[in-house]
T-cell receptor, first 117, second 115 residues
Framework: EAGVAQSPRYKIIEKRQSVAFWCNPISGHATLYWYQQILGQGPKLLIQFQNNGVVDDSQLPKDRFSAERLKGVDSTLKIQPAKLEDSAVYLC???????????????FGQGTRLTVV | AQKVTQAQTEISVVEKEDVTLDCVYETRDTTYYLFWYKQPPSGELVFLIRRNSFDEQNEISGRYSWNFQKSTSSFNFTITASQVVDSAVYFCALSFYNQGGKLIFGQGTELSVKP
């Protein structure tokens, strides 16, 4: 079974530029998450989708971050304009449903490492 | 507050030693779920275990074992006879059904197993 695919793996941009990340979840997974992991810290949820609807975006900096999940499958996360503090690994994860049900553990991609200079 | 604390930032052991990674959580909810994930250098988080708040039975899977104690709000992870391949960052996490199942992670413990 194919895992969660993310691209690109690495990205270096200058501050104030824009950047987009792409995620393809495991086939059949209704729930998709974007997490931000700053160096030395645990991942922090940015946004959660259930199919193509947003479940939780309370920690998404909406003035600069946006995300969409068209047709309930692939998702893109965009930052515009980027700031130095956005340097982090952006992890995409998917699960059959909310992680509280049996068999619904979240599977993670390898992440996109963003460096803003 | 809902929070996970992993007080050990880094642990270094020699191969074949046993090692315990500590996890303490905070919540007022009675229904919650606890997880451990492993993050190798490649970056992806690998699921290890999920435990719900009503099941305090300890679990063993090969060299891995987990000790869940509600009385102390702890969910500790022990690796027996550690191996070099166990070197990674380990995260403890918490989730709640009424919050859509999002994972609240601790800061992580970096385990280094030396040959």
């Amino acid at each position: 079974e194919a895992g969660v695919a993310q691209s690109p793996r690495y990205k270096i941009i200058e501050k104030r530029q824009s950047v987009a990340f792409w995620c393809n979840p495991i086939s059949g997974h209704a729930t998709l998450y974007w997490y931000q992991q700053i160096l030395g810290q645990g991942p922090k949820l940015l946004i959660q989708f259930q199919n193509n609807g947003v479940v939780d975006d309370s920690q998404l900096p909406k003035d600069r971050f946006s995300a969409e999940r068209l047709k309930g499958v692939d998702s893109t996360l965009k930052i515009q304009p980027a700031k130095l503090e956005d340097s982090a690994v952006y992890l995409c994860a998917s699960s059959l449903g909310p992680t509280t049900g049996r068999g619904t553990e979240a599977f993670f991609g390898q992440g996109t490492r963003l460096t803003v200079v | 507050a809902q929070k996970v604390t992993q007080a050990q930032t880094e642990i270094s052991v020699v191969e074949k030693e046993d090692v315990t990674l500590d996890c303490v959580y905070e919540t007022r909810d009675t229904t919650y779920y606890l997880f451990w994930y492993k993050q190798p250098p490649s970056g992806e988080l690998v699921f290890l275990i999920r435990r719900n708040s009503f099941d305090e039975q300890n679990e063993i899977s090969g060299r891995y074992s987990w000790n869940f104690q509600k009385s102390t709000s702890s969910f500790n992870f022990t690796i027996t006879a550690s191996q070099v391949v166990d070197s990674a960052v380990y995260f403890c996490a918490l989730s709640f059904y009424n919050q859509g199942g999002k994972l609240i992670f601790g800061q992580g413990t970096e385990l280094s197993v030396k040959p």
